[in-house]
């Protein structure tokens, strides 16, 4: 079964940067929208920069400025540029890739944002 994996999370001074990582365990065909979510404790899980088919990235009003998101669909790879990174940002960061038909998660990356 085909599923995401992440890479690239860990412990980030705040103010520090981050790239994470994501790329699919075998071929995955067709367009997808692809993006980025993540979940702090005790939080709901949030979208935070999405690619949509045929559209302009997205992002999350509290990460705008911060975050780039960038991806492949023909590579099935997405990534995640973090920068000037503040305490808010820990949480644990997911990709998605999705359409009407279904969708692939990756099982999820740590990262923690000390002050």
């Known amino acids: 079964q085909v599923h995401l994996v992440e890479s690239g999370g860990g412990l980030v001074q705040s103010g520090g940067s981050l790239r994470l990582s994501c790329a699919a365990s075998?071929?995955?065909?067709?367009?997808?929208?692809m993006g980025w979510y993540r979940q702090a404790p005790g939080k709901q899980r949030e979208l935070v920069a999405g690619?949509?088919?045929?559209?302009?990235?997205n992002y999350a009003d509290s990460v705008k400025g911060r975050l780039t998101i960038s991806g492949d669909n023909a590579k099935n790879t997405v990534y995640l540029q973090m920068n000037n990174h503040k305490p808010e940002d820990t949480a644990v960061y997911y990709c998605?890739?999705?359409?009407?038909?279904?969708?692939?998660w990756g099982q999820g990356t740590q990262v923690t944002v000390c002050s």
């Open positions: 690619i949509p088919v045929g559209g302009d990235t």
């Open positions: 998605c890739f999705w359409r009407r038909s279904g969708d692939y």
């Open positions: 075998s071929r995955i065909f067709g367009v997808y929208n």
